[in-house]
């Protein structure tokens, strides 16, 4: 049913779901604007184990009776059945998936059904059934990234030796290992994952009992459904326990930063696989051709991931202004956390498994990588460290000299170790022929053994750390 096709005073025909002091059904516009069926459907499976630790809870206290309880076991076993099964009623008039899910349970068992809702309220409801959903979602992250971080490892031990230009404005500036490149990603999932392990056990408290918004007059044992649902312990403030978003908008904060490092890499691989580049060749699985110039292969995926963020950055800004200012406790507003945290959970999943595929698949060029590293004078810092070292000259004199053995090459076309022994000496007699072993990219990296540098033997003893840390 449209609004539009009956205009804003039109009625919704047939349910009356407030009895009492309530005449007449809601409006068209009210239902549109008001039933949330149509996305919180998603939280069918978690609407239900919410039900049924609540009446075995009932039961246990002698709120429920053992009859009913069992009855509202096996029809919620049923309910499930017709939602997986794709044959369940989903009905706009219920509103929401707590209203749709006990409907239909009071349908299939009768009075035990009305029973359930003793001593709890939606908005409990829809918090703990959000909460053990997103819990689900951040495990599920949890394992992406951790293959992610596995492809990575992976292509950065093969890659171990493989020296690239290394850049800083996207200028060259000194050469890099593509290992050593590949790790530092490694590094940032690894901190991901550790946000979002972080936001888990913040958010994996239990709202349930929290009823309305004061707590409840029933003999309710909310320690108890708290530990049927694996949450760490019943939340302390039932005020708190319906309005609190904050666990929504930290997956979000936390989503957006991956976001963030994925667009990176995804952009890294546009540029490189670029023609101009061609340090890497991205696989037919995730590109495509153009339909007018034969020699396209677009990095559409890559592109995508790039954009994806886009989308998780503005689910966090849209539900950070949704609570901005809520008073406690609950609110209408709050049913505006699913919509947004959905799509955020949905592109950061899609996005990280193209990555993987992506990273998995990639054919490295080395000889391009090779040729530009050469290029670009990247080894003049090596010439100034080794002027430092071997003649003793402070570092700000050694820089200036060096930049002068660098306009030399410039001047003449050469890279800096076309230089001959001559060359150098006419730049500066301190410069001699032993110089030129440190101009070299292979002799570059090799030198950089620093702790967390470059050098292959130290990229291959943190990538075998990595694995240790977060495989
Ligand atoms: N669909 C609602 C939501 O997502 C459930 C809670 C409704 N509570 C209420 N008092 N109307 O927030």
């Given at each position: 049913m449209t609004s539009d096709s009956k205009g804003g005073a039109g009625r919704a025909s047939?349910?009356?779901?407030?009895?009492?002091?309530?005449?007449s059904a809601p409006s068209d516009l009210m239902q549109e604007i008001n039933a949330s069926i149509d996305f919180d459907k998603r939280l069918y499976a978690q609407d239900i184990a919410g039900s049924r630790a609540h009446a075995r809870m009932l039961g246990a206290r002698g709120i429920l009776s053992a009859e009913d309880v069992a009855a509202i076991e096996n029809g919620l076993d049923q309910v499930l059945a017709e939602i997986e099964g794709g044959d369940f009623p989903f009905s706009?008039?219920?509103?929401d998936i707590h209203m749709n899910v006990e409907a239909r349970l009071t349908e299939i068992i009768g009075d035990a059904g009305k029973r359930l809702h003793t001593g709890r309220s939606r908005n409990d409801q829809v918090a703990t059934d959000f909460r053990l959903w997103l819990r689900d979602m951040l495990d599920r992250f949890d394992g992406q990234l951790r293959d992610l971080q596995a492809a990575l490892i992976e292509r950065a031990e093969q890659h171990a030796e493989t020296v690239m230009p290394g850049f800083t404005h996207l200028q060259t500036a000194q050469p890099v290992t593509f290992g050593h490149h590949l790790l530092a990603y490694v590094e940032m999932f690894g901190r991901d994952r550790g946000r979002l392990s972080d936001a888990r056990r913040r958010l994996?408290?239990?709202?349930?009992?929290s009823a309305a918004l004061a707590?409840?007059?029933?003999?309710?044992?909310r320690h108890m459904t708290a530990a049927e649902l694996g949450?760490?312990?019943?939340?302390?403030?039932s005020l708190d326990g319906v309005s609190a978003r904050d666990f929504a908008l930290e997956f979000l904060g936390a989503a957006a930063i991956c976001g963030t490092h994925l667009s990176r890499i995804a952009e890294e691989l546009v540029i490189w696989s670029s023609a101009p580049f061609r340090f890497v060749r991205m696989s037919d699985a995730y590109t495509t051709g153009s339909s007018i110039m034969p020699q396209k292969r677009n990095p559409d995926a890559a592109e995508l991931v790039r954009a994806k963020v886009g989308r998780i950055m503005g689910a966090q800004v849209a539900l950070m202004t949704v609570m901005k200012?809520?008073?406690?406790?609950?609110?209408?507003?709050?049913?505006?956390?699913?919509e947004p945290t959905f799509d955020a959970v949905d592109a950061l999943s899609l996005a990280i498994q193209a990555m993987t595929g992506m990273i998995r698949d990639l054919t490295i060029n080395p000889d391009a990588m090779r040729a530009q590293a050469s290029g670009?004078?990247?080894t003049a810092t090596d010439l100034a460290d080794w002027l430092v070292r071997?003649?003793?000259?402070p570092f700000r004199e050694a820089h200036h000299l060096t930049g002068r053995v660098v306009r030399a090459a410039e001047t003449r076309g050469?890279?800096?170790?076309?230089?001959?022994a001559e060359d150098l000496a006419a730049v500066d007699?301190?410069?001699?022929?032993?110089?030129?072993?440190?101009?070299t990219v292979d002799a570059s990296v090799r030198s950089r053994?620093?702790?967390?540098?470059?050098?292959p033997d130290g990229v291959r003893a943190r990538a075998a750390e990595a694995r240790e840390r977060f495989l």
């Open positions: 047939g349910v009356n779901m407030w009895g009492g002091h309530f005449d706009r008039e219920l509103e994996n408290e239990s709202p349930l009992g707590g409840t007059s029933f003999p309710i044992d949450f760490d312990r019943p939340m302390a403030n200012g809520l008073p406690l406790a609950y609110s209408k507003d709050m049913q505006e956390d699913k670009g004078y990247s071997v003649v003793g000259l050469l890279r800096l170790d076309e230089l001959s007699a301190r410069i001699t022929a032993e110089a030129m072993a440190v101009l053994t620093s702790f967390g540098g470059t050098a």
